[in-house]
Structures are given as structure tokens and as C-alpha cells.
């Protein structure tokens, strides 16, 4: 079974962020402070043996919340011979700028230093994917996310930092009405300037459904009309009349397929996948991942626990 990559979710109490998008950011967490080493072993060696290269640090919460269970997962790697070259965190950006100073005077602290990033590293972490809701304004992005005032950041700064830091940089856009009024142009130049490497545009689903999430999602997500003209200013125009999904009078240049269908392209850069909806999204004989819970269990789905692999 080919699969594309695997999720570990790290558990925390709840966010400190307050995503008015997010369904779990309220969710208490009985797994915060439990790691079944064997049981973790076992999931990321079951990942290996399927040549799963990457491996995705994401939570309910910021995974920085939980610097004891990063500390538990970088020895269950280590333990496995750390299988997955490629390995990403995904983020809003709080915490990563922690700083102790340095000691005047000190033999031992001579220079500033940035613990967080120094542990991320230790995991093996190469692509920070900073979860941004408005790339054009620090201020408003930060009111957004909801970000506790004591841990707002400049986004210039943050980006710069992370680069700076070594990291490969992917901005993971999450697609609210802030963009319905900006051309593609706009976008990618700001991309640009914040130094992206890649882009990923998020698109918001609110469902319908009666909860606050949703309803905000419903009220606040941009226009479908922004996506369509993304795709194809990057990708191009759909041949309708053949339906094959080919593109053609893009700016991008395509790259390749991952295993799920989206082509990525390269433009101005920096690397985007674009959806052109030419591969069946019901793949039987793919995965697109595989979620390592809080459990210490396996799944295929994120919201079905019928999807237990192990």
C-alpha cells in the first residue's frame, strides 16, 4: 500500500491559540502526559516499512506546548534509526522565537539561544508550515488566530527568523475573506517577500452545521472564485471540452503528481500544488497518511475511529 506520508498528533490540554476555525482547540487531553514507548516504536516502524519518507508534527494544540512528549517521540525515533528524511512541523509560529539570553559573565551561557528551535532540529524537523490566516498584516493574522497577546510576533520577522534558523519555509494559507480582494499577483509577491519556499492555500469548509466554528468559517471563508483564479493563474485553464483535466496558459511550471492527484508546480521560486481533480479521490490502493494519535494508535481518517489500522 503506497502512503504519502504520516501525521503524529502531539497532545496537549488545549490550544493556547484561539482559531475561531478550529473544532479542538477546546478539547481536553487525557494522553498530555502518557507515551507508550513500544507502541510508538511500533507505528513508526509499521510507517517505515511502507517507505513513508515524511513525517508531519502537527496537534490539537501548539506542539510546543508539550516539549516533554517531543522529547519521548525524538527518542522513539531515535530508537528506530530516525526513518523519515523529511519532517515538518506545523505551527501559527508562537513559541518559536523563545529566547534565553545570555549571562554576562557566564562560562556556560555565552551567547543568546533558542531552546525550541534547538529541539525541533534535534527531532529532525527541515519545513516549519506556518499556518497563517493574513499574510498582508501582522496585526490582523494575529487577532485571527487569536494568539495571547504576551506571544504575538511580527510575520517579517518570523519568516526571516525561520529561514534564518535553516528551515525551509512552506506558508500553509488558510483561505479567509481577507483574499477576496486580491489578484494572484498580490499573493505570490507577498509570498515572496515573506520568503516562502512553498505554498499551500487551505481551503476553509464550514459544512453548514450549526456550530460556532462553522458559522464563522460560512461567514469569514473567501470567495471560491479566489481559489479558481489561483489555480489558474499557477496551472492555467481546464480543457472543458475534452475533460481531461489538462491545463494550459499557466505561470507555473508543473513539477510533478503526488500519489493524491494534485500536480505541483514551481512559480516565482517557490513550489505550490494545485488541485486539477484528474485522479479519483476514492484511491483504495493509496493513503494519503496515516495518523498516529494521542492514543498511541494508528488511523487512516482523522474523524473516524473506525479507521484504526493498529
Same mark, same amino acid.
Given at each position: 500500500?503506497?502512503?504519502?506520508?504520516?501525521?503524529?498528533?502531539?497532545?496537549?490540554?488545549?490550544?493556547?491559540?484561539?482559531?475561531?476555525?478550529?473544532?479542538?482547540?477546546?478539547?481536553?487531553?487525557?494522553?498530555?502526559?502518557?507515551?507508550?514507548?513500544?507502541?510508538?516504536?511500533?507505528?513508526?516502524?509499521?510507517?517505515?516499512?511502507?517507505?513513508?519518507?515524511?513525517?508531519?508534527?502537527?496537534?490539537?494544540?501548539?506542539?510546543?506546548?508539550?516539549?516533554?512528549?517531543?522529547?519521548?517521540?525524538?527518542?522513539?525515533?531515535?530508537?528506530?534509526?530516525?526513518?523519515?528524511?523529511?519532517?515538518?512541523?506545523?505551527?501559527?509560529?508562537?513559541?518559536?522565537?523563545?529566547?534565553?539570553?545570555?549571562?554576562?559573565?557566564?562560562?556556560?551561557?555565552?551567547?543568546?539561544?533558542?531552546?525550541?528551535?534547538?529541539?525541533?532540529?534535534?527531532? !529532525?524537523?527541515?519545513?516549519?508550515?506556518? #499556518? /497563517?490566516?493574513?499574510?498582508?498584516? %501582522?496585526? @490582523?493574522?494575529?487577532? +485571527?488566530?487569536? &494568539?495571547?497577546?504576551?506571544?504575538?510576533?511580527?510575520?517579517?520577522?518570523?519568516?526571516?527568523?525561520?529561514?534564518?534558523?535553516?528551515?525551509?519555509?512552506?506558508?500553509?494559507?488558510?483561505?479567509?475573506?481577507?483574499?477576496?480582494?486580491?489578484?494572484?499577483?498580490?499573493?505570490?509577491?507577498?509570498?515572496?517577500?515573506?520568503?516562502?519556499?512553498?505554498?499551500?492555500?487551505?481551503?476553509?469548509?464550514? !459544512?453548514?452545521?450549526?456550530?460556532?466554528? #462553522? /458559522?464563522?468559517?460560512?461567514?469569514? %471563508?473567501? @470567495?471560491?472564485?479566489? +481559489?479558481?483564479? &489561483?489555480?489558474?493563474?499557477?496551472?492555467?485553464?481546464?480543457?472543458?471540452?475534452?475533460?481531461?483535466?489538462?491545463?494550459?496558459?499557466?505561470?507555473?511550471?508543473?513539477?510533478?503528481?503526488?500519489?493524491?492527484?494534485?500536480?505541483?508546480?514551481?512559480?516565482?521560486?517557490?513550489?505550490?500544488?494545485?488541485?486539477?481533480?484528474?485522479?479519483?479521490?476514492?484511491?483504495?490502493?493509496?493513503?494519503?497518511?496515516?495518523?498516529?494519535?494521542?492514543?498511541?494508535?494508528?488511523?487512516?481518517?482523522?474523524?473516524?475511529?473506525?479507521?484504526?489500522?493498529?
Amino acid at each position: 500500500m503506497k502512503i504519502q506520508s504520516m501525521s503524529i498528533v502531539v497532545p496537549t490540554k488545549g490550544c493556547i491559540n484561539k482559531c475561531p476555525f478550529c473544532v479542538s482547540r477546546m478539547h481536553d487531553n487525557p494522553y498530555e502526559s502518557k507515551f507508550d514507548m513500544i507502541s510508538y516504536r511500533k507505528r513508526i516502524k509499521y510507517a517505515a516499512n511502507n517507505n513513508v519518507n515524511t513525517l508531519i508534527i502537527t496537534g490539537t494544540g501548539e506542539a510546543l506546548q508539550n516539549k516533554w512528549f517531543l522529547d519521548q517521540l525524538w527518542d522513539a525515533l531515535n530508537k528506530e534509526g530516525h526513518p523519515f528524511p523529511n519532517v515538518e512541523l506545523q505551527t501559527t509560529g508562537v513559541m518559536l522565537m523563545d529566547k534565553e539570553f545570555a549571562i554576562p559573565g557566564s562560562t556556560i551561557r555565552t551567547k543568546d539561544r533558542y531552546p525550541n528551535i534547538e529541539l525541533l532540529k534535534s527531532i !529532525g524537523v527541515n519545513t516549519i508550515s506556518l #499556518s /497563517v490566516s493574513d499574510i498582508f498584516s %501582522a496585526v @490582523k493574522n494575529s487577532h +485571527i488566530i487569536g &494568539i495571547p497577546d504576551k506571544l504575538y510576533f511580527d510575520l517579517d520577522k518570523l519568516c526571516k527568523f525561520i529561514k534564518d534558523s535553516g528551515f525551509n519555509l512552506r506558508l500553509s494559507l488558510n483561505m479567509t475573506n481577507v483574499y477576496d480582494d486580491k489578484y494572484p499577483e498580490d499573493i505570490l509577491i507577498r509570498c515572496k517577500e515573506l520568503g516562502a519556499d512553498q505554498i499551500t492555500f487551505r481551503k476553509l469548509y464550514g !459544512g453548514g452545521y450549526d456550530n460556532p466554528e #462553522s /458559522v464563522w468559517v460560512d461567514e469569514n %471563508a473567501c @470567495k471560491d472564485k479566489v +481559489i479558481e483564479q &489561483i489555480n489558474e493563474h499557477i496551472a492555467g485553464e481546464k480543457d472543458e471540452e475534452f475533460q481531461t483535466g489538462y491545463h494550459h496558459n499557466g505561470e507555473g511550471t508543473a513539477l510533478y503528481r503526488l500519489p493524491f492527484g494534485p500536480m505541483v508546480y514551481s512559480i516565482d521560486g517557490m513550489s505550490t500544488a494545485v488541485d486539477d481533480d484528474c485522479m479519483s479521490k476514492d484511491n483504495l490502493d493509496s493513503l494519503k497518511y496515516v495518523i498516529l494519535r494521542e492514543n498511541g494508535k494508528l488511523y487512516c481518517q482523522w474523524d473516524d475511529e473506525g479507521s484504526l489500522i493498529f
